[in-house]
């Protein structure tokens, strides 16, 4: 899960000095704690393995999850501390506001094994199930990922923002 966790945020956990086995094994203990963005992750198991990872929550959570991952770096990592927390302001500077109604997909992510197999789109059909049908789905996805750009589109998802950023908004209005 953790890999997952790490591939559906690359361009910000590449922009850290923290080796990959050790950044995998503090996304490992981030997902075992419910106050933060991984917390509120589930993985989907296929023959015993992990096949997708999808993180969702009501957007106005969106602070204090992000914060609380935050954390878990920095105590983790406290000689990167300040490299660590340029990479945030840098992330941050790098998305548009998601709408505080919304529900937010943080993260999905299926295995390349998995890919093209529908599981992505099953995933999608079950986030923000619990919210009221009115609740927008908000994300973010990375400008160069072109392959989740055209899925988010092909699922209804439209694109939020006009900004030239990194990371484009989506949101579905169901």
Avoid: K, W
Wanted: aromatic share 6%; with cysteine.
């Amino acid at each position: 899960m953790a890999s997952l966790a790490h591939e559906a945020l690359a361009p910000y956990y590449n922009r850290l000095s923290i080796p990959e086995d050790r950044l995998r094994a503090i996304l490992a203990d981030e997902a075992c704690d419910p106050a933060t963005e991984l917390g509120a992750g589930q993985a989907m198991m296929v023959n015993g393995r992990v096949a997708a990872l999808i993180v969702g929550y009501p957007a106005d959570e969106m602070r204090a999850r992000q914060q609380a991952s935050l954390f878990h770096l920095l105590r983790a990592e406290v000689e990167e501390s300040e490299a660590i927390l340029v990479a945030a302001g840098a992330q941050a500077a790098d998305v548009t506001p998601i709408p505080s109604d919304a529900f937010y997909l943080a993260r999905i992510a299926v295995t390349p094994v998995y890919r093209g197999t529908g599981l992505a789109e099953t995933l999608l059909s079950s986030i923000g199930a619990d919210q009221p049908l009115s609740m927008p789905i908000g994300l973010h996805v990375h400008r160069d990922n072109e392959r989740a750009i055209r899925f988010y589109l092909r699922g209804g998802f439209v694109r939020a923002d006009d900004a030239d950023l990194p990371f484009r908004s989506f949101v579905l209005r169901r």
